[in-house]
Each structure stands twice: as C-alpha cells, then as structure tokens.
C-alpha cells in the first residue's frame, strides 16, 4: 500500500512514541516526510529505525512552544519537500499533579505545548496547505478531553481546546480544501505513559506520590489485551491523512480499546 507516494508530510513530536511510529508508518507507504521534536537524539532514532526509508526523510529540530522556532522549522520543512499535502501535529507532554498544588506555570507550560504549539504549527502550515494536494491536518487530542482522568486537569483542558480547535478549523478551511481532523488515544503505551519519552514535548506523567490508583480502574481496555502500541494510533492517522480519508473532516476518532464506551 503506497497511499503517501508523492505525498508530503511533516509530523511533530516525531523523536519518540506515537509522533516516531507515525513517521514510520507514512515512509513504510511511500511518502516523504520531515520529522520534527524538541530533541536531537530523538530525531537520531527516528532516522535510524526509517532504515533504507531515510532517504525520503530530513528532520528539523523544533520546539513547538517557540513561535519563532516554529516559524522557522516550518518554512524550512515546506522548503525542503517543495510543498506540504499534510501536518500531524503529535507533540505534546502529560503533567500530573493535585490539581490544588499545580504551579501556574506548570499549568500554563502543558497549555503552551499541547495547545499553543498546535495552533503555530498550523498557523504556520496553513498557507503551504492550501497549494498542496487533499491537504489535511490530523491533531491529537486525547480520551482525557471527555472522560475523567484524576491528576490531569491541565492535560485535559489542553486537549479539550485542541478537540474544540479542530472543529473550529474545519469549518473556516472546508471551501479551502483542508480537512481538519483529530484522534483521541487511550490507553496506548508510548513516551508520554511510560515516562519514556526522550524529549520534554513527549514525557510521561508523572503520578503524585500520594495518587489514588482506584480512581483509574475503569480505565482499562475492554479488549482486554492491554495496552495497544503506538503503530495502532499511527495507522488511524496515516488513514485520515491520506485519500482514504477525503471526505472526514470536523471529527475525532477514539482509539482505546474499548476503555470508554
């Protein structure tokens, strides 16, 4: 299957977890494709596990935090791939904390990541989209902006406005032929879960000492094979991105295994 052939793409949060399995997917279909995170060495394993694929990859070192930086990464990526056809805005970090004991800052730094760089990164995009081919944008929100998890108000609040946005978005560009649309991960083991993650803009929560592990009980898979790995996300955003998606648009797809029905 070669849905990305010709096609061209810049994904973010692109150094680890699902923005890293995402890349991978959209080479592993032909397409050509600029990685971009917060981290060098991130980007250093993305192009090393692409293999005989790095060829239709470059990278950019990118915080999406930073309008300058995104400004910047962005104009360099439309002008290595000659165009931009579709933007996986992936980047994104987890904080937990009693939410009566988050410093503002701390709040502000998730809303910052999650969605202020999500809205540059598309402020920036948006003009090359509108030259590509069915341009689309996929965003990550997360199953955290409709269903309770404990510990996580910013998180939640951050996704939600990401989920909002991207409805938002797809209204004002539908005549102009970019589809916007996002995804809703749940109970996926990558980075920001596991605490793995290589890069600020993908680490992972973080639970308060003191947490109240019965409050997520429900929060298990209904499939009941635990935990999916990020290839299962990036194979839902390789799809909405693609011509397969072309006529979704305004909409988000949840991907949890059942954990919230």
Same mark, same amino acid.
């Given at each position: 299957m070669n849905r990305y052939e010709g096609r061209r793409v810049l994904v973010t949060g692109a150094g680890s977890g699902i923005g890293q399995a995402t890349v991978l997917r959209m080479l592993a279909e032909g397409g050509r494709v600029v990685a971009a995170d917060v981290s060098e060495a991130g980007l250093a394993d993305t192009v090393t596990k692409a293999g005989a694929a790095a060829g239709r990859l470059a990278t950019v070192v990118m915080n999406v935090a930073d309008e300058e930086s995104v400004r910047a990464g962005v104009a360099s990526t439309v002008e290595v791939l000659g165009g931009l056809d579709a933007v996986v805005n992936a980047a994104g970090?987890?904080?937990?904390?009693?939410?009566?004991?988050?410093?503002?800052?701390?709040?502000?730094?998730?809303?910052?990541?999650?969605?202020?760089?999500?809205?540059?990164?598309?402020?920036?995009?948006?003009?090359?989209?509108?030259?590509?081919?069915?341009?689309?944008?996929?965003?990550f929100s997360s199953t955290s902006a409709q269903f309770a998890h404990p510990y996580m108000a910013a998180y939640a609040a951050s996704?939600?406005?990401?989920?909002?946005?991207?409805? %938002?978005?797809? +209204?004002?560009?539908?005549? $102009?032929? *970019?589809?916007? #649309?996002? =995804?809703?991960?749940?109970?996926?083991?990558?980075?920001?879960?596991?605490?793995?993650?290589?890069?600020?803009?993908?680490?992972?929560?973080?639970?308060?000492?003191?947490?109240?592990?019965?409050?997520?009980?429900?929060?298990?898979?209904?499939?009941?094979?635990?935990?999916?790995?990020?290839?299962?996300?990036?194979?839902?955003? %390789?799809?909405? +991105?693609?011509?397969?998606? $072309?006529? *979704?648009?305004? #909409?988000? =797809?949840?991907?949890?295994?059942?954990?919230?029905f």
């Open positions: 970090i987890l904080r937990s904390a009693h939410t009566h004991e988050m410093a503002v800052d701390a709040f502000e730094q998730v809303l910052r990541i999650n969605l202020v760089g999500t809205f540059l990164v598309i402020r920036e995009a948006v003009p090359a989209l509108l030259e590509g081919n069915g341009a689309a944008v996929v965003n996704k939600g406005g990401i989920q909002s946005m991207t409805h %938002a978005l797809a +209204a004002e560009y539908a005549q $102009a032929g *970019i589809r916007f #649309t996002a =995804v809703q991960p749940g109970s996926i083991s990558s980075g920001m879960t596991d605490g793995s993650g290589q890069s600020k803009q993908s680490a992972g929560p973080g639970l308060p000492e003191d947490a109240d592990m019965s409050l997520f009980m429900k929060l298990a898979p209904a499939l009941g094979q635990g935990f999916a790995g990020p290839e299962t996300v990036a194979g839902v955003v %390789a799809m909405l +991105a693609s011509d397969d998606g $072309a006529f *979704i648009t305004g #909409t988000e =797809v949840r991907i949890d295994g059942g954990t919230h």
